[in-house]
């Protein structure tokens, strides 16, 4: 499952396995923003109990395929399902089992931690709110910031805050759109860790990262996307830095982390 | 049905208490509608007839316009920070979503009538503080804030935003405006029921096709 050359910390607990349960299914997705097309007949199958990582030059569609998956952007052409849920006619139920970190917290500025988690708790009708509140507060490591309003606090704990958000409603499936970023390492073990809770849960992680390396070595399978489509989907054990960069195309694309 | 009012309720305190501590929109639609009200006062001779002329236009005018500053900011709130997008991935219908920004905007509304109403009766020396008028602000309220919300949520992913709303809105209000002025000018100059009454019905039709169209047009517009 993680390849043992790779230098990157090993996070995933390797006696979970992928159940065989399908948790995403993408056919022929196409999304296009005017006259440029993003997404072109691009598939997909995530299965329950995977860490998908998914790579790709910059502007090649990672967070538009994420945004597609988690119900934000409607594709133009394609069939999502997830859990079984068609999307778009059954995205409120979709919806239920996904959590999402995507480039922007999602928070609301003026309110502090506990009222946004609350919010968002109560959008999802979370059972024992209040104790959900405070688990998620200290699993992330915001148990003293909780009173705090969320523009007063450091971009590292407004990604905590958003990843607290994203897990209040228990998803079966987290998709992390470069969630690392700006997190210092502290706050890096905690989203390492709530991979890895994830993983061995048997939930399923879609996930995009500058860092090839790391990306890599914290999943079980990687994407590559180039042209609108999935060039590679291959174990991650099978799978070098190098092959992943080679189908990046223009290499001038690659910034220093690697995407 | 309980559930989904509480739902409705939830969105509509989180703008309350976002309100609360920004003090945005309620202050943006008082000061403007007291900035056009007061600059009226000076422009036109007060005289008691003409001020039961002008007056209701005058007050639905600035309520109009002011309004407009503070749907457009209630949208932007939600676009900024892009909780817009975090409300969109809960499992919580658009309707829901819609009735919630709706429910926050009239609270928001009102709370600015309850401010403009007594200055402008000062000002112009009229009464304009009646059942029949507190009525046809409810009613104007609920539509303004109903047709503001839709087109708010258009406006939010454009880029000129401050414009498209009021290009889209006050043509769109025009009816309610109508029926807001012309009723409140029954009032205040003494008129029949029957003269205020066809105004009345102008304004409920108003507001019953336009909550109804305007819930299904937010459900199109926030799809990307």
């Given at each position: 499952m993680i390849s043992p050359t790779h230098d990157a910390p090993e996070i995933l607990d390797p006696g979970a396995h992928p159940?065989?349960?399908?948790a995403i299914e993408a056919s022929r997705l196409e999304k296009s923003f005017g006259n440029a097309a993003?997404?072109?007949g691009l598939d997909m199958t995530v299965r329950d109990g995977e860490v998908v990582a998914i790579f790709g030059a910059n502007g090649v569609g990672k967070s538009t395929l994420l945004r597609v998956l988690a119900t934000l952007t409607r594709p133009d052409h394609g069939n999502i399902s997830i859990y079984g849920s068609d999307l778009p006619k059954q995205a409120e139920v979709a919806r239920l089992s996904i959590g999402a970190v995507l480039h922007?917290?999602?928070?609301?500025?003026?309110?502090t931690v506990k009222e946004n988690l609350t919010f968002f708790g109560k959008m999802f009708r979370v059972p024992g709110l209040t104790e959900r509140v405070d688990e998620m507060a200290a699993r992330m490591g915001l148990a003293r910031r909780l009173n705090q309003r969320v523009r007063e606090l450091s971009h590292g704990f407004q990604k905590r805050a958003a990843l607290a958000r994203a897990l209040m409603h228990r998803p079966r499936i987290l998709l992390l759109d470069e969630?690392?970023?700006?997190?210092d390492e502290p706050a890096r073990l905690i989203l390492d860790g709530v991979i890895a809770e994830h993983h061995g849960a048997g939930h399923a992680v879609v996930m995009t990262t500058h860092s090839i390396e790391r990306g890599i070595a914290g999943s079980d399978r990687v994407f590559v996307l180039s042209g609108g489509g999935v060039a590679l989907d291959r174990p991650s054990s099978q799978v070098t830095s190098s092959d992943v960069t080679d189908l990046y195309?223009?290499?001038?694309?690659?910034g220093p982390g690697g995407t | 049905m309980l559930a989904s009012l509480g739902t409705v309720w939830t969105l509509a305190r989180k703008d309350l208490l976002l309100e609360l501590r920004s003090r945005d929109i309620v202050l943006a639609i008082v000061v403007f509608a007291l900035l056009v009200i007061t600059i009226f006062t000076f422009a036109i001779e007060l005289t008691p007839s003409r001020s039961r002329d002008v007056g209701p236009g005058v007050l639905w005018a600035a309520v109009a316009f002011a309004g407009v500053l503070g749907l457009n900011r209630s949208f932007a709130m939600e676009a900024e920070g892009s909780t817009l997008d975090g409300l969109m991935l809960t499992p919580v219908s658009r309707e829901l979503i819609f009735f919630g920004k709706v429910l926050g905007n009239f609270i928001f509304v009102i709370i600015a009538e309850i401010v403009i109403f007594p200055v402008f009766e000062a000002l112009f020396n009229i009464s304009v503080l009646q059942i029949e008028t507190i009525v046809i602000a409810l009613l104007a309220s609920i539509g303004f804030s109903a047709v503001g919300t839709a087109f708010a949520a258009v406006s939010?992913?454009?880029?000129?935003r401050e414009i498209m709303l009021p290009l889209l809105f006050l043509p769109t209000s025009v009816p309610l405006i109508m029926a807001a002025v012309e009723s409140t000018s029954v009032v205040v100059n003494g008129g029949s029921w029957a003269d205020f009454s066809d105004w009345l019905q102008l304004a409920i039709m108003f507001d019953v096709i336009f909550v109804i169209a305007s819930a299904v047009l937010f459900q199109y517009v926030l799809e990307e």
């Open positions: 159940s065989g349960v399908i993003v997404l072109r922007s917290p999602m928070l609301y500025g003026d309110l969630a690392e970023t700006g997190l195309g223009d290499p001038s694309l690659i | 939010v992913r454009v880029r000129s």
